[in-house]
């Protein structure tokens, strides 16, 4: 009997003396790692609807989608009591908080490498990669939708935010502004979970949000949906990649 029990014991302590490899500080292996990834993020993507049951309180993911299908109603409405035009500082807002934001992961990936600190690259690293995982969707989607912007029409039925009228990457619905920085506010937010970290990001998230429709660049529907989207996709990402010890 005993000896049975001594191989067992020196079998584990075998198994435990290995050694735990070291991270790899290289850009050249994290890019390759977040490129080989990819396939398999995006078929998570793509069939997580198929497996939505799976999900504890579902209906907090489906909430945002059921306001946004709401909005679409009074969508023209909540337009016409902005001021006319589109773009100006509303428009410089958000592209300032979206390649802030981007910016951002870029730096938090390039000061993990540089001082070795894991957290740091992960976060930049995910961050990157929830973006990534955007491009896509955001495509595929504008391109079915075909929704016409604020500003887009003629004649007196101007057409604005009809949707299966402009098939264009560039389409209206949903908002690519909203949905790549919740993607990467939302990473931001998971490796870094103190309240002030989560409201620092979030709050950019939204005022990028909020500056798309006043900017009437977008309806209230396009950047609900989208900003839901992009959230989904980095809580995705998040789980399936996510090693480091997160920081307060």
């Known amino acids: 009997m005993c000896c049975p029990l001594y191989a067992q014991q020196q079998e584990q302590q075998t198994s435990d003396d290995k050694p735990v490899p070291e991270p790899i500080f290289s850009l050249s292996h994290d890019t390759l790692e977040v490129v080989k990834s990819f396939p398999h993020d995006q078929w998570s993507i793509y069939t997580a609807p198929l497996h939505m049951n799976r999900q504890p309180k579902v209906w907090r993911y489906l909430v945002p989608f059921g306001v946004g299908a709401a909005l679409i109603a009074a969508d023209k409405q909540t337009l016409a009591n902005l001021p006319g035009g589109h773009g100006g500082r509303s428009a410089t807002i958000a592209n300032i908080g979206l390649d802030g934001t981007a910016a951002a992961a870029v730096g938090f990936w390039m000061v993990g490498l540089a001082t ?23 495509t595929v989607l504008s391109l079915a939708f075909g929704r016409r912007r604020p500003y887009q029409g003629f004649g007196e039925e101007r057409g604005e935010g009809d949707f299966l009228a402009r098939h264009s990457a ?14 990467m ?22 005022t990028v949000t909020v500056s798309r429709v006043t900017g009437r660049e977008h309806f209230p529907s396009d950047v609900v949906v989208g900003g839901a989207i992009g959230y989904l996709i980095a809580k995705r990402i998040y789980h399936a990649h996510h090693h480091a010890v997160s920081g307060q």
């Open 116 to 138: 070795h600190s894991e957290h740091k690259r992960e976060t930049g690293m995910l961050a990157a990669a929830s973006l990534l995982n955007s491009v896509i969707p955001h």
């Open 170 to 183: 560039s389409a209206s619905f949903p908002s690519g502004h909203s949905m790549y920085t919740w993607a």
């Open 185 to 206: 506010a939302s990473t931001f937010a998971d490796e870094y979970r103190s309240v002030p970290s989560k409201i620092f990001w979030y709050s950019v998230a939204t």
